[in-house]
């Protein structure tokens, strides 16, 4: 079983100032999407907030979060992105990958559609 990367862009839902394709890590660990703080800049998505969280490691961090709309295969969802630092991985997390329908297959190493759950 392998790593899951897939190309997304992130869009500011605002301005509809859109990124190249950026390679992101599916990370069903991670609940937010993290993109490189200057993409997120320079596509003029400001920060809301600083949140606090808790890395792979058990470490926590203080992280700034916004509002982007992000897209896999050119089907979009709004969500809260964090920015990430230097050193941080780029990721496509939980959040997104659920709002799209869409599960990481490790072994085949894609994104497959899912079922939306309705409990």
Known sequence: ??????GIVVVNPRTGARS????????TGATLTV???DV??????RALRRV???????RRAERDV????????????PCRVVFGESGD???LGLT???QLGLAVDPVQRRLVPTDFLLY
């Open 1 to 6: 079983m392998g790593e899951v990367r897939v």
């Open 20 to 27: 190249g394709e950026i390679r992101a890590l599916a990370d």
């Open 35 to 37: 993109i490189p703080r």
């Open 40 to 45: 997120l800049q320079g596509l003029g998505i």
């Open 52 to 58: 606090s969280l808790v890395l792979a490691d058990g």
């Open 66 to 77: 916004g509002d982007a709309d992000v897209a896999v295969n050119g089907d979009a969802a």
């Open 89 to 91: 991985a780029i990721l």
């Open 96 to 98: 997104v990958l659920e």
